[in-house]
């Protein structure tokens, strides 16, 4: 579901990240907001730009099953000389 192993790569970076976006809410309850602010995501190498979605699968799976969230926000933003992406949730962490 989350971590499904096929990818649709006819599909756009930022496609791929809303509908894993879309699953969570649907399947979980958990509210998701996906800001994607960067252009130099779509000069990355189309295997960066699956181990980005890799990670973003298993970070959402984790949540999910462990942080008993109700938000999450997943943000891919430039800086200056890259780029940033970060994944936060209102869960109960660990310690």
Partial sequence: MIGTTHLNLNESFEEIVKKLAVTLEANYNISTKVYIGSTKIQHLSENV???????????L?????????????????????????IIKDDGKGFS
Avoid: P
Avoid at 49 to 59: C, G, K, T, V, Y
Avoid at 61 to 84: K, L, M, Q, Y
């Fill in 49 to 59: 730009q699956i181990e980005l979605i890799r990670i973003l699968q298993e970070a």
């Fill in 61 to 85: 799976s984790n949540i999910s099953r462990h942080a008993n969230a109700s938000n999450v926000e997943i943000r891919f933003v430039d800086g200056i000389d890259d780029f940033r992406f």
